[in-house]
């Protein structure tokens, strides 16, 4: 692995485990709207950066903000989450102007709130940003998780946006082809699916 989003789930038997687990994985752990309480510092790396040939690609990792929602509050103390969309609002432009990443995925621990298809409300908005992510400008890719749907591969607003199914039952897998033009690269096109592990 390469990346992770922290999710809900690694705060369920609090910090101490979550943080152990931190320091023996050999990738970092993302979440750029966990901040602490008080300061508004990022609590876990907000972004990684990976080098792919000529390609920066910058890698963004987001979690719910509905963690006090679900968990007991000394399994966060000290912590904050924001709404996701802000944070990738805060730190896309830090992705692709300081940077200067070529490509931009975002890991967000989160599903849609809003049908894939249609577009209608489901009344998860509390803690689903996957919609209002793909408005975010900057995003090439979207990977998603949290609501154990699968949603293979398509385009949002422009961004390609998947998730797979629940209990690593399925992976996403994409691949992207790139072109240069005026002197920055661009996608020029792309195939995905869910695969079953």
């Known amino acids: 692995y390469q990346a992770m989003a922290v999710g809900n789930h690694e705060f369920n038997f609090g910090l101490e485990p979550l943080r152990r687990a931190e320091r023996q994985a050999g990738f970092p752990f993302l979440a750029a709207n966990c901040v602490r309480a008080g300061s508004g510092e990022p609590a ?17 990792g987001l979690i719910t903000p509905n963690v006090p929602g679900w968990e007991k509050p000394e399994n966060y103390t000290g912590l904050e989450f924001l709404a996701m969309d802000d944070a990738a609002h805060r730190w896309l432009p ?57 949603i293979p591969p398509r385009e949002l607003h422009g961004v390609i946006v998947a998730q797979p199914e629940a209990r690593a039952s399925r992976l996403t897998r994409i691949d992207l082809e790139l072109e240069r033009e005026n002197g920055a690269w661009r996608i020029a096109s792309w195939a995905g699916r869910n695969l079953e592990t």
């Open 94 to 150: 830090v992705l692709r102007g300081e940077e200067g990443c070529d490509v931009v995925v975002v890991l967000a621990h989160t599903g849609f709130e809003r049908d894939a298809e249609t577009g209608d409300p489901d009344g998860s908005a509390h803690e689903n940003f996957a919609w209002r992510l793909s408005e975010v400008p900057g995003i090439d890719l979207l990977l998603t998780g949290h609501t154990h749907r699968d």
């Open 44 to 60: 876990f790396r907000p972004y990684t950066i990976l080098e792919a040939g000529p390609l920066k690609v910058g890698v963004l």
